[in-house]
Each structure stands twice: as C-alpha cells, then as structure tokens.
C-alpha cells in the first residue's frame, strides 16, 4: 500500500486538511529536531482517533503517538508510518472537584484552570510543558507533586484501537513510568480528583513554583526537558556538573550551563548532534562515577 493510499484512506477518516504527507516535525517538538513524518494526522474527536487507530492496525502500518513533543526527539531520517497527534483534543472540564482533561489538553494549562477554581493539588504540574496524555503515560512530577497523586481514571486506546478504562490501581504508577507506557497504549483522557483551597495560597505556590523553574532552567533555548532520570539517591544533573560537561556538547547541541540536566539546541543543532551529546554524557559519567544514566526522553525515528 503506497503513501497516497494511505492518505486517500485516512481521509475517510479524518477531515483531509488534519492530514499532511511527509510533514516536518521539528515544529511539533520542543526540541526544534526531527525530520518528517510519512504521514501526520490530527483527529479532532475520539471516534476519528480510534479509528485512526484501527486502521494502522488492520493495514499493519507503524503508528506513533506525538503529543506536545516535550519528552521526545526525532531522529534526521524521520517517522515512517503514520503520526498521529490529538492536539485537537483539548477539551477540560471542571465539575466541583473532580476535573476531566482530553489527551491533548496542555499540563500547564489545567493547571491554570483548576487554580483559577480554587482547587489544589495540581499546582506541581504549573511549569510541565507537556499534554495531559503524555503526563499519564510517564506519570508526569516536578517540585514534589506528581500525576498519581490526583489521577483518578483515564480512557485510553489499545494498539488495537480497543477502549479501556483504567482506573488509578490499573495504571501502575511509578517513577516515569506507567502500564501506558509499558503497552504502548494512546491515552483519550484523565480524570483527577482535587480538594478546594484557598486561592491565595493557590497563588502564592504557583508564583514561588514559576520563580524556581524560569530561575533555573534554560527556557531560552530550545530543549528536550530534563533528559535523563533521577539515579538511586543522586541527582543527574548533579553527575553531569561534576563531570565538567556544562557548555560541552557537539554540533549545535549543548549541555546547559543553567540546568546540567538540560541538553539544548544552541545553535541549529541537528537530532544526530543532540543523541550524540546525550551519550557523550552517558558516557563520561559512566567513566566517573560509575552511574549509568538513564534517559527520560524517548528517542524515535529513523538516522
């Protein structure tokens, strides 16, 4: 089956101008890298993106979730298959305390949302970059709050294209990590459970939480987030700075000299100069401390 079939089909699918072949992906992802996907989808209801799915099932055609391409990088050669993203699936709902997020919804922007309610709890998420489907998927946290804390279920789809509910127990949450993860499963929505707060405390935390983060990451330049994971009882970034690899890195791409746990694209970097320095930096702290660090990011695509 030739890429235009493909496209020919989909479009039964989804609205023809939600599909584009051989799509650029460097503005999908928060890196700024990649090279183009064979195809790229954006359903706009949970019908066409469970169809979507079925079909690259039934026809055997790779398939790959891209959501605000905040965790991820894209290798130069690009995705072959179909890439599918549910930016258009963005749809909060706040109903009390109990607030309902479709996948493509941004992090940040519940977070704004249920503050505005004087709800608490989901503060921590304020400065995460990310959709609300990638934050299930690697159990999204930062400054001591995290997406188990106040999940209650969430709709996803099967690789199949089959609907499941999962509830908190279902969803095997841990440290960025998940059974959607785990099953390559494409989240549809969550749904979390908050308490009612006092809005000036609300405020006072999200202002001290955005200090912290524009203090002390480089949101300047374009970057993949924290790359690696916390080892056991050490800090990555605290690794990487007493390995001397700040303002090192190859190509366009460099270790932060703001954040050690940040690896960005200084200058045009390509995907290739970004993994290249990521592993300069797996490397170098396995020569010196003996940690193997391990990534946080998801590397896709082909060199």
Known sequence: MTLQQWAVDLAQIVNPENIKTKESLKKYTMTKLGGEADIFVMPETEQQAQAVVEYAYTNNIPLLMLGNGSNMVVRDGGVRGIVINFAKLDTIQIDGTRV?????????EVSKRVA?????GFEFACGIPGSIGGAMAMNAGAYGGEIKDVIVETVVLTSKGERLVLSKDDLELGYRKSVIAKNG???????????????????????DLTYQRESKQPLEYPSAGSVFKRPPGNFA???IQESDLQGKGVGGAEVSEKHAGFIINKNNATASDYIQTIEMVQRVVKEKF?????LEVKIVGED
């Not at 505005?116 to 608490?120: C, F, G, R, V």
């Not at 929505?189 to 609300?202: K, N, R, V, W, Y």
């Open 185 to 207: 499963y494409y989240v549809l929505s969550a749904t979390f459970q908050l308490e009612e707060g006092d809005q000036a405390a609300i405020d006072a935390k999200i202002a």
């Open 237 to 239: 970034g605290k690794l």
């Open 116 to 120: 505005a309610e004087s709800l608490t």
């Open 290 to 294: 003996d940690v193997q660090l391990e």
């Open 100 to 108: 309902y997020a479709q996948s493509g919804a941004l992090i940040k």
